[in-house]
């Protein structure tokens, strides 16, 4: 008989985890690094009006620090040429001058200022534009190996990043979806 996948025990041990009440006990200072194999960075963006492409992000890394059992710090950072929408003209597309530009910005940034019980406040930067933006957020903790699991959904405007196409901007959204499911491990 196989043995259980990574992710089937990860999911067993934060179900145990929050039917018991308890979770990782972190000590004054804890660091997470992301696990990119059980990781999603995905985006969505209308086309044409009507339709949606959707996509994620292959190649990402980032931090979650703890001090004194909270959530103090969060950072992240996106390599922009793994943009991947399962279609490689537009991938192709996507990563060249006129949207990402990703030989002349290989990467999207993202790091915390502050950090409440359900809200994330910090900085993106995308090309050379970087604002400040607040997500909501879920934390789920277990037992297994210290993993942190972060969840979070939310809109950026492409006009609030620069990221305006031209001729071609009348056929895209204005707002694009990201959704996360971050898991990060104990260093």
Sequence with gaps: MPLPSKE???????ALSRLSGQGTTCSAQDRYDIDLDNSKIAFSIKHLGVLAVNGRFDEFSGTLEYENERLVSIQCEVVTKSANTENNSRDEAIIGEAYLNAENYPFITFYSEEITADTITGRLKIKDVERSINLGYDLNDSEVNGVQILTASFMIRREDFSLEFG????????EISLDLTIAFYKD
């Design 167 to 174: 001729s071609m901007d009348g056929l895209i959204g204005k």
């Design 8 to 14: 089937f025990i990860i999911v067993v041990f934060i």
